[in-house]
């Protein structure tokens, strides 16, 4: 006969020095601990385990609404969106996404429009994007002024300031990229296609950036988290592609 003796300790502090005390709302047995006083489950169960959640959240990557992932998951938009925070904080920084940049390297910078909340809130996506690699080497998110154009212009790393920039004739670039590197080039010349194809797709992936949408972030933070989610992905998936090769 085999028997096994199972101890458990406080989840807060470590101390053993704990004692049952019921059940709480949903039924789980909990305990308190007479060291720090807390009151935890005494045998927590991971509802969704990892493979669960990352479904949800490639279905979420592949334009399908909150709403519509709790009706046909039955998980709680909240919920997904806490899942969202964490995985954006586990990735790695734009910058460690990078590949090393060549001498020959070119940039392409560009502007999408979105809203948050109301089609009046107007927030502009601003993108700095590597001809040869394609990766986004530099983004920010704000209004159409000259204030955000200059802080992506500070967001871009050293190595791919002092490359060529092709941009469109839009007035507030010559304000922010030196002379000697800027060359802008009216619509329809193909210069700045590889930034334009690359915020099609991101229309494809994201149904907040949809052209007359009804999917929209309703505050600004999320809309970030979003953003940031998809553009560190394309990076990585690039740089793995590289070391692959």
């Known amino acids: 006969m085999i028997e096994e003796t199972i101890t458990y300790s406080c989840r807060s502090c470590g101390s053993e020095h704990i004692i049952r005390n019921g059940r709480n709302k949903c039924g789980n047995e909990q305990y308190h601990c007479k060291a720090c006083g807390c009151y935890r489950v005494l045998r927590p169960q991971e509802r969704y385990p990892a493979e669960k959640k990352a479904q949800i959240l490639s279905a979420y990557s592949e334009r399908m609404s909150l709403r519509g992932i709790q009706r ?18 586990s990735l790695p920084s734009l910058s460690q996404t990078l590949l090393p940049p060549e001498t020959d390297d ?6 999408v429009c979105s809203f948050v909340g109301e089609k009046w ?15 986004i080497v530099a983004y920010v998110i704000g209004d159409r002024s000259e204030t955000t154009a200059r802080k992506l212009w500070q967001t871009i790393r050293e190595g791919y300031r002092d490359c060529p920039v092709f941009t469109d004739e839009f007035n507030v670039y010559p304000l922010i990229v030196p002379a000697a590197q800027h060359h802008p080039v009216p619509k329809g010349t193909g210069l700045t296609n590889h930034q334009e194809r690359w915020y099609n797709t991101l229309r494809q992936w994201l149904g907040r950036y949809t052209r007359r949408t009804l999917s929209f972030s309703k505050e600004d933070r999320f809309h970030q988290l979003v953003t940031c989610w998809f553009i560190l992905q394309h990076n990585l998936r690039i740089q793995q592609a590289s070391l692959t090769m």
């Open 106 to 111: 070119g940039l392409e910078m560009d502007e």
């Open 72 to 89: 046909v998951f039955g998980v709680w938009r909240t919920t997904v969106l806490r899942w969202l925070q964490q995985v954006v904080h």
């Open 121 to 135: 809130f107007k927030r502009w996506l601003w993108t700095a994007q590597c001809r040869r690699t394609r990766q």
